[in-house]
């Protein structure tokens, strides 16, 4: 048994510890906010935190995650008020909006690691994140945004 805590709450799992997290967030605990893109690492939607780093929930494993702090966007704040998520309202980052959870995950994590970065920071660090709409401009600029 893979015991982890999530969103700052004890859980265990006993299945197959190879299990990718996005599954055992999504399916075993409901938090689909995290969600499958391609399953493969190459998308950036399945981000979460584990500890403090943002990593892919397809990627990694839960046994990865054991005896680990982990957070998925439902914990990352509990009203919504994290300040990268009041950047993207603000700013009306989102178009058809899946890949934003992992999108804000990656950023907030890049903030906490780099409070003040340059664009060109800002570019590599969200590199990874893929959004089909192409809301690139305004995901950089609400990176920017929470920055300050
Ligand atoms: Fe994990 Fe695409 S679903 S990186």
């Given at each position: 048994m893979v015991k982890l805590r999530i969103n700052g709450v004890e859980q265990s799992f006993d299945g197959d510890p190879d299990t990718p997290l996005l599954w055992f967030v999504?399916?075993?605990?409901?938090?689909?906010?995290?969600k499958y893109g391609c399953?493969?690492?190459?998308?950036?939607?399945?981000t979460v935190h584990l500890d403090g780093v943002a990593v892919r929930g397809c990627l990694t494993t839960v046994a990865e995650a054991a005896g680990k702090s982990v957070t998925t966007i439902e914990g990352l704040s509990p009203d919504g008020s994290h300040r990268v998520q009041i950047a993207w309202r603000e700013l009306n980052v989102?178009?058809?909006?899946?890949c934003q959870s992992g999108q804000i995950m990656q950023a907030a994590a890049m903030l906490e690691a780099n409070p003040n970065p340059t664009d060109q920071e800002i570019l590599e660090g969200m590199q990874g994140n893929v959004c089909r709409c192409g809301c690139y401009q305004r995901i950089v600029s609400a990176v920017r945004h929470a920055s300050t």
């Open positions: 999504r399916d075993e605990l409901g938090l689909n906010g995290t399953g493969v690492g190459l998308c950036g939607a399945c989102p178009q058809c909006g899946f």
